[in-house]
């Protein structure tokens, strides 16, 4: 982090549909000029003038015009800033550019990353020199996989209050949703399975766990792809989608903070098989396009629940859950990202540079922001 740069975050693609939801976010929840200073980046001035205008922001919000395929205008820009919050994806077809800028300059980079084999290759090449710069690159700062990267962190912290350890194995389990993923979602799925018919050897990676933990191959993990009866839940759970970069995240998590779980730690992710639930993760022709999605009405009536028990060795066990009061894909995500940007740069000083997840990263400090600002509940049930 540049400790002095101009503005504490810059949204970059504030133009787009969920980078407006950042925009939106923080001039209500922060102003302009206030404690929190903040930015609109995007590749055309014209376009940021119209969104401030029609986001109702003042005349004086500040606009930066930046492009990714303008390496000297991302250069310029991530010098300005303490941490650069990007909305601008698929990540692993626009997205490294600017992570390559932040880390030379030092700036801390937060995405929504869902892209595992591109968050692999970020890893690989990136993480020495953000060390080196001290950057703080944070992948997958949105509905994948705050709740449940978080919630698996809330529920070990649990364990180790109420049973007087961490535990080896965690499931968890979407309860209730309503609202669809993102268009920028849809778009990411359909660069990565792009990619993965140009390049098969990705397949191995998208199926493998342990993807985002070079250097490490933990045990086998349940498998989640199969309808089955639940008996903590007391409901049959399927697969869900999103488990396949989640799971990744959590691992990460685990390895990043030196395996506090375990080097045997075992988690799955499955979803409360409900009436309808397939339409909910359509990838088709249902998602909405890029820079398209739901109106401010259907946001604000979405919401989602996830549940996660931690089993211990000797089978005691606890539940706790992690619900947002917004959809998913956009209300609840756009105010993770904004809050995970001013927690690195707020709460988080002490992070050093590397390639992170943020609940390693930033923690219980990062659940107290979210649930007094976001909307988040981090709740223990039993």
Known sequence: MNPNAEFDLIVYGATGYTGRLVAEYLGQR????????????????????????????????????????????????VRRAKAVVTTVGPYQLYGEPLVAACVAAGADCLDLCGEPNW??????????????????????????????????????????????????????????????????????GAATMAAIQKDPSLMALMMNPFALTPGFQGPPQPPGNA???????????????????NTKNVHRSNALMGHPWGTDFAYDEMAVVMPGAPAAFDMGAGAPKPGEGPSKAEREAGFFDVVFVGVAPDGR?????????????????????????????????????????????????????LEANAGLTFAVEG
């Open 317 to 369: 066990k606890v539940k706790v859950s992690v619900k947002g009061d917004r959809d998913p894909g956009y209300g609840s995500t756009s105010k993770m990202l904004a809050e995970a940007a001013i927690c690195l740069v707020r709460d988080a000083k002490a992070a050093p540079g590397g390639v992170w997840t943020p609940g390693a990263a930033m923690g219980s400090k990062l659940i107290e922001r």
């Open 30 to 77: 922060y102003g302009v000029g206030g404690e929190v200073s903040w930015a609109m980046a995007g590749r055309s001035q014209a376009k940021l003038e119209q969104v401030r205008d029609e986001l109702g922001l003042p005349a004086e919000t500040p606009l930066v015009v930046a492009d990714a395929d303008d390496p000297a205008s991302l250069e310029a820009m």
């Open 119 to 188: 968050m692999a290759e970020i890893v690989r090449r990136y993480d020495a020199p953000a060390k080196a710069s001290g950057a703080r690159i944070v992948h997958s700062c949105g509905f994948d996989s705050i709740p449940f990267e978080l919630g698996v962190f809330f529920a070990e912290e649990t364990a180790k209050a109420k049973l007087g350890a961490y535990v080896p194995r965690v499931k968890g389990r979407l309860r209730a949703m309503q609202g669809g993923l993102s268009g920028g979602t849809a778009a990411s």
């Open 227 to 245: 309808v089955e009866h639940d008996e903590d839940l007391g409901a049959e759970v399927g697969p869900f989608m999103m488990a396949a970069i």
